[in-house]
């Protein structure tokens, strides 16, 4: 069995982490931050039922791939890439939608970034729709270690507000 080292992400989350806890942030134009709006918007209906303490492991340690619990957070990603048109009804990838979506970005070094993830990964496959979320996000991160680091510190964040079950 392969342990693979991957991340949480949702093709939203994935813009919006690297938009949201971006030093540039005061500088992000008008159009970036409607591009940032509606990805939150995404990632608020696709995670709001997510169990971060779950989908965190995913992020900071090694995890088992075949063990069913991590399954519902490659869904919410592929919940986002669907809801955004980067993955289509078949559960097939759009990798000409993410283009678009890079082309929008009018930040420079988060347009890069993103193009660069485009470049590796817009060949990313999968047996279906959550496993092509998960594979994509894997190739996004390893694409893209500064990606990582925004996500790492936007779970702790979210880890933290959420609300203690009594």
């Not at 996004?140 to 990606?147: D, Q, R």
Request: glycine letters at 6%; one cysteine or more; aromatic letters at 8%.
């Amino acid at each position: 069995m392969i342990i693979k080292k991957t991340l949480l992400v949702s093709v939203s989350v994935l813009f919006g982490c690297l938009f949201s806890i971006n030093k540039a942030a005061d500088d992000t134009d008008a159009g970036d931050k409607e591009l940032l709006s509606k990805l939150f918007t995404v990632a608020y209906k696709c995670f709001k039922d997510a169990d971060w303490g779950t989908c965190g492991e995913m992020i900071t340690t090694k995890y088992d791939i075949t063990q069913a619990k991590y399954k519902q957070c490659t869904c919410h990603m592929a919940c986002a890439g669907e809801d955004l048109g980067m993955i289509n009804a078949s559960g097939q990838p759009e990798p000409a939608k993410f283009l678009e979506y890079v082309n929008r970005i009018n930040n420079p070094g988060i347009k890069s970034q993103m193009q660069q993830i485009y470049d590796k990964c817009k060949n990313v496959k999968g047996v279906e729709k959550c496993d092509l979320a998960e594979q994509f996000a894997i190739c996004a991160f390893k694409e893209s270690p500064a990606l990582k680091e925004r996500m790492t510190t936007l779970i702790e964040m979210l880890v933290k507000m959420k609300p203690k079950s009594k």
